[in-house]
């Protein structure tokens, strides 16, 4: 028998829950109402995740179609863009006419949704991806490492480099797995995935090796998934190609660390990877990051075309 008193303690809490989502999506819409009241009618409108996504495909945009008249609008996050999207995709007031969408695939992809001609998906897992590549660290090694003239030297780095990143993305494997699985069956994550490189794995110029660290601490979830989740999704997981379908936050951390000690080796008395190369009269300057290393990075396949129909 039903207890009404349960009955109707589920109703309300059911009630608080369609009042809270319709709060924020009300603050959504009128946040991003607010911000594009202050911009001409003229001038489309191009929703990111975040500041990264901001810069990079600024320099992207910028090498493809640099008259491109547009402002970024920096959504916070993949969800709150995509969810911005259904509203303005219900909104009849033309609000949503010259806006346009660019987020990551990840591991959950569109959340449920269809594709549209106004939203731009990686087809990595994310843009971080695009710049953690050997033809990027080419044009390193060319420009900022001084080895212009030394292709031979730079082709044995950079085989240096993919062995060692394939190895790191053996050891993280695990750790994108368990995230897999999170967005598959949409597990709440509780907290923020790891942001260190010493928390994923000890990273030197020659060799990667896992650290002791607990999955569960490192991308902690609401519940444990089961057996029977675990068995079903990893064959689905194992058909993923790691370097474009694994996190891409991960091996930005990895690339950026790996890079330094590349520094440190070719600025070494006794160089062990530029031996041949004579030592560099100008010094290697800057801090790698997303923002030194976003104008080198090649665009995804298909941007060209989004952005070829925007007017």
């Given at each position: 028998m039903i207890n009404e008193n349960n009955?109707?303690?589920a109703q309300d809490v059911y009630l608080q829950k369609m009042k809270a989502a319709k709060s924020i999506s009300a603050v959504v819409k009128v946040d991003f109402a607010t911000f594009a009241s202050t911009l001409p009618e003229d001038v489309n409108i191009f929703a990111y995740e975040g500041p990264a996504d901001k810069c990079l495909y600024y320099h992207w945009i910028k090498r493809i179609s640099g008259g491109l008249k547009y402002e970024p609008y920096v959504g916070k996050n993949k969800r709150k863009v995509l969810q911005l999207f259904d509203l303005l995709q219900e909104d009849k007031t033309?609000?949503?006419?010259?806006?346009?969408?660019?987020?990551?695939?990840?591991?959950?992809?569109?959340?449920?949704?269809?594709?549209?001609?106004?939203?731009?998906?990686?087809?990595?897992?994310?843009i971080e991806n695009y710049v953690?590549?050997?033809?990027?660290?080419?044009?390193?090694?060319?420009?900022e490492f001084h080895c212009n003239g030394y292709p031979t030297v730079r082709k044995e780095i950079s085989d240096q480099f993919q062995k060692v990143y394939d190895q790191f993305l053996e050891v993280t494997a695990e750790i994108n797995f368990r995230i897999f699985i999170a967005?598959?069956?949409?597990?709440?994550?509780?907290?923020d995935l790891p942001d260190r490189i010493n928390q994923l794995a000890r990273v030197?110029?020659?060799?990667?090796?896992?650290?002791?660290s607990e999955l569960r601490e490192l991308v902690c979830l609401e519940r444990e998934p089961t057996e029977e989740e675990v068995q079903n999704l990893r064959p689905y997981f194992e058909k993923i190609e790691p370097r474009t379908g694994y996190r891409g936050k991960f091996a930005l951390l990895f690339f950026i660390k790996w890079l330094g000690q590349l520094?440190?080796?070719?600025?070494?008395?006794?160089?062990?990877?530029?031996?041949?190369?004579?030592?560099?009269?100008?010094?290697?300057?800057?801090?790698?990051?997303?923002?030194?290393?976003?104008?080198?990075?090649s665009a995804p396949a298909g941007l060209s075309e989004f952005l070829a129909q925007i007017s």
């Open positions: 009955l109707g303690s033309g609000l949503g006419n010259r806006v346009f969408f660019f987020v990551d695939r990840d591991f959950d992809g569109l959340q449920g949704r269809l594709e549209h001609k106004k939203i731009f998906v990686t087809e990595a897992y994310s953690v590549c050997p033809g990027l660290l080419d044009d390193l090694l060319k420009i967005r598959k069956r949409k597990i709440n994550q509780i907290g030197e110029i020659t060799s990667v090796s896992s650290i002791d520094r440190e080796n070719r600025q070494a008395t006794s160089s062990s990877l530029f031996g041949i190369v004579p030592k560099p009269e100008f010094a290697i300057t800057g801090n790698f990051s997303l923002e030194t290393l976003a104008p080198k990075a």
